[in-house]
């Protein structure tokens, strides 16, 4: 069974450029949830959806957005890149969003 | 907000000794899991735990819950250097259909050969 897929593994953008980071969860998985790493903040929730719909949402600026299409692969956003905004973005599936999260190995994005 | 303190941030020990990290917060969680998360690569879960006082063995990994299940620790017999990662608890609360995971900051553990 292949395990969560994330594109690209390294980004790197200049400030107020827009990216879109996409991932593929495991087959039959139909949460995918975000997260933002940093060494100082650590893992902070961005969002999950689940069947398309957003469910649940973190503390981020609306400049993070994010939708799952039909086979429950989900892209996220980020427009008006700022410095800040340099982390390693996770993506996790999950069956039911309650059960144990699935991580891919992260987009790598770098904002100069 | 519920938040979750790892202590240490930071441990670097030499194979074969024994160590423990702990997660601790002051809100109660329905589950607390542990995941390990190597160079390059995303967390991967260890272990979930659900009932206060619960005691999980992974080989030389022992994972308890607190019996009010707002901390936990994990115990690293006999490190190697595989076991070199960082560590992440993160505890599952749900409110209704709401659930929410919240992670702490880890604990960047190595093993020296």
């Known amino acids: 069974k292949a395990g969560v897929t994330q594109t690209p593994r390294y980004l790197i953008k200049t400030r107020g450029q827009q990216v879109t980071l996409s991932c593929s969860p495991i087959?039959?998985?139909?949460?995918v949830s975000w997260y933002q790493q940093t060494p100082g903040q650590g893992l902070q929730f961005l969002f999950e959806?689940?069947?398309?719909?957003?469910?649940n949402k973190g503390n981020f600026p609306g400049r993070f957005s994010g939708r799952q299409f039909s086979n429950s692969r989900s892209e996220m956003n980020v427009s008006t890149l700022e410095l800040g905004d340099s982390a390693l973005y996770l993506c996790?599936?999950?069956?039911?969003?309650?059960?144990?999260?699935?991580f891919g190995n992260g987009t790598r994005l770098t904002v100069t | 907000t519920q938040l979750l303190e790892q202590s240490p941030q930071f441990l670097s020990i030499q194979e074969g000794e024994n160590l423990t990290v702990y997660c601790n917060s002051s809100?109660?969680?329905?589950?607390l899991q542990w995941y390990r998360q190597e160079p390059g690569e995303g967390p991967v879960l260890l272990v979930t735990?659900?009932?206060?006082?619960e005691v999980k063995k992974l080989k030389r990994l022992t994972f308890q819950f607190g019996d009010a299940r707002k901390d936990s620790s994990l115990h690293i017999t006999a490190a190697q250097p595989g076991d070199t990662g960082l560590y992440l608890c993160?505890?599952?609360?749900?409110?209704?259909?709401?659930?929410?995971?919240?992670f702490g900051k880890g604990t960047l553990l190595t093993v020296n050969p």
């Open positions: 996790a599936s999950s069956l039911s969003g309650n059960s144990p999260l699935h």
């Open positions: 087959s039959g998985h139909r949460s």
């Open positions: 959806y689940f069947s398309e719909t957003q469910r």
């Open positions: 809100s109660v969680f329905s589950s």
């Open positions: 735990v659900v009932t206060g006082g």
């Open positions: 993160a505890g599952a609360y749900s409110g209704g259909s709401n659930y929410k995971l919240t």
